[in-house]
């Protein structure tokens, strides 16, 4: 969150697809230093950003 705050912006992140780790620091940007919530946050992981989400399975 340091580095985040502290960097020179505009702020480029990348990762491979482009929606995991990006997906994840930009959640944390919204959620930790825009204070927009965690809903904001949430969408930040959404479809609408190439962010498909695999839902937990349980190994019972």
Known sequence: ???IRDA???LLIHCRGG???TGLTCAL???GIDGRGEDAAEAQLSISY???GIP???KA
């Open 50 to 52: 190439g962010h498909i």
């Open 29 to 31: 940007y919204v959620a």
């Open 1 to 3: 969150m340091q580095v």
């Open 8 to 10: 020179p912006k505009p």
């Open 56 to 58: 937990w399975v349980s």
């Open 19 to 21: 929606a995991d780790r």
